[in-house]
């Protein structure tokens, strides 16, 4: 089920995100081995691009991007895109970090509330309402470390995994134990700085975050209503444009 949103009003997503752009890209090799997977372009725009591009338009003022992997490309791209106002930054990892890791090491550029933290690799499309603003709704600080944007994995474009999480009729999730799970991580979400004190030596992954804040009845979902694609291999990548434009097409012929 989807987490009813726990408070009234207007909805304000967080005005500070991350976005994870430090892996190695591994599995998209050849493209990968002259840049970065945030940078390989998907129907004619980067990943990354497409990401700020979501997180800008929901009201997002500050960006940090994370990288270490051909890091220089990522902080060209992004000194371009900011074009000297000021509002995206580069954390660069001299070593690998892992994703939680990471993001601890970005703490000082994400203020003290709570943030937004986006893969940089993740390809969706919002459902009837904006994916941010359906996250932001959600958000209830006296009860919630980390709200995570879930998929069914039934419905996710290119998937062929286990998934990740169960969540129950109030949106508190648990890892699936012994079998299939119905939803998988989106690789967006909404984390509280107070997630990330007390913390393991780096490397580590969010996964830690995440467990520990399952532990405390603390970690939420959102079920994501609009379409999600997995962009892990050069063949998933041509698929997700093929359905892109499948999808802009559809699109274009509803709406006038």
């Known amino acids: 089920m989807t987490a009813a949103p726990r408070h009234g009003g207007a909805v304000h997503v967080p005005r500070r995100a ?16 002259t840049r970065p997977k945030p940078l ?12 700020m591009d ?9 960006i940090v991007v994370n990288a270490h992997y051909l890091a220089e490309q990522i902080q060209a791209h ?3 895109r ?57 958000w209830d600080e006296t009860c919630t470390d980390a709200l995570l944007l879930l998929h069914p994995t039934a419905t996710a474009f290119g998937y062929d995994g286990d998934g990740d999480f169960v969540i129950d009729e109030d949106g508190r999730l648990q890892r699936s134990r012994g079998g299939p799970a119905p939803y998988l991580f989106a690789g967006v979400q909404i984390l509280s700085p107070r997630t990330l004190t007390d913390l393991p030596d780096p490397p580590f992954s969010l996964n830690w975050v995440y467990d520990r804040a399952a532990a405390a009845g603390r970690l939420y979902g959102v079920v994501h209503t609009g ?30």
């Open 18 to 33: 991350m976005v994870l752009a430090a892996g190695l890209g591994l599995r998209m090799r050849p493209l990968t081995e």
């Open 40 to 51: 390989i372009e998907v129907a004619g725009r980067s990943l990354l691009d497409r990401v």
């Open 54 to 62: 979501q997180l800008e338009a929901a009201g997002v003022e500050e």
């Open 78 to 80: 992004v000194a371009a």
């Open 82 to 138: 900011d074009a000297g106002r000021g509002k995206l930054a580069v954390s660069v990892e001299r070593d690998r970090l892992e994703t939680g890791a990471g993001v601890a090491m970005a703490l000082p550029l994400l203020g003290k509330g709570p943030f937004v933290v986006v893969n940089g690799d993740v390809l969706w499309l919002d459902g009837p309402r904006p994916t941010l603003e359906c996250l932001a709704a959600a």
């Open 227 to 256: 379409s999600w694609f997995h962009v892990g291999t050069p063949r998933d990548l041509a698929l997700a444009e093929a359905e892109l434009a499948r999808l802009t097409s559809t699109l274009s012929a509803v709406v006038p």
